[in-house]
């Protein structure tokens, strides 16, 4: 069943009965529910409860008034802890792709609510090899769409032809989210990575092409405190594809890991 958070201003859905003890933030272009396989089964909700959120421009929360990157989305989930939504003192935050950078600026903005951050295919970190600059066809575009010398219609076509699945998909303000989004991962992935204190467990698919493991292992040797799971046959949405062992993960179960840092 959907609910409101925030006074209203965020929507979701919660799991288990009680104070909540985890906070699910899910990847972009997901919803909440995509962590109903991880949270909905009695090994989870017999002793503990969860809150999944619809981040802003996704499900049925409305999206930003303006291009925000993580730290924005972040800064607007902050009103979770007011209170008035049945949060324990302390909890665990779980951040899915997109989710995860959210969640790894959360727990630099309220160290002293969060346990520990449970990160799944969370693009961390720009990935290696990725080409840093567009391809000088569509810079070219750009620049003479600017002075008005390429129509809308022709920039389109150069964004469509030359953007990611994830950018072409996006529209109105939540392109220029994820464009903002880019940009920060690349000139402080490492920075904020550096600024969490909190225990990180790190779960990620083997398969993953979206954000490959590569990621996590240099991810992983820039926090404090972390563990790094690989799932073999699992790819980017290990939400859905491995929910058994990202609920695992949440619960402390014994996961075989691939290595341990701190």
Excluded at 68 to 89: I, K, Q, S, T
Excluded at 127 to 133: K, S, V, W
Excluded at 217 to 241: C, F, K, N, Y
Aim: proline share 6%.
């Amino acid at each position: 069943m959907l609910k409101s958070f925030a006074g209203g201003r965020i929507f979701g859905a919660t799991w288990g009965s009680g104070a909540a003890t985890v906070v699910a933030l899910h990847g972009w272009q997901r919803t909440h529910g995509d962590f109903d396989g991880v949270f909905g089964p009695a090994e989870f909700t017999s002793t503990h409860s969860a809150i999944g959120i619809d981040l802003f421009g996704f499900g049925a929360t409305p999206p930003p008034p303006e291009p925000w990157g993580a730290d924005e989305y972040a800064r607007h989930l902050l009103p979770l802890f007011d209170g008035a939504d049945n949060l324990a003192e302390r909890v665990t935050i779980v951040g899915h792709s997109f989710g995860g950078r959210v969640a790894v600026r959360l727990a630099a903005l309220a160290p002293d609510r969060i346990d520990r951050l449970v990160l799944t295919g969370a693009p961390l970190l720009t990935r290696e090899g990725r080409r840093a600059t567009p391809a000088l066809s569509y810079r070219l575009g750009r620049f003479l769409h600017r002075r008005g010398l390429v129509g809308d219609d022709r920039m389109e076509a150069l964004r469509q032809r030359h953007g990611s699945p994830d950018y072409r998909a996006a529209q109105g303000v939540m392109r220029d989210v994820f464009v903002k989004e880019l940009g920060e991962r690349a000139a402080r992935g490492a920075d904020d990575l550096a600024a969490v204190s909190c225990p990180v467990d790190l779960v990620w698919g083997a398969e993953d092409t979206e954000v490959p493991v590569e990621v996590a292992d240099r991810a992983q040797g820039m926090l404090r405190s972390s563990t790094l799971v690989t799932l073999p046959g699992i790819g980017h949405l290990t939400p859905t594809e491995a929910p058994d062992a990202l609920r695992q993960a949440v619960l402390g179960g014994a996961v075989p890991r691939t290595g341990e840092v701190g």
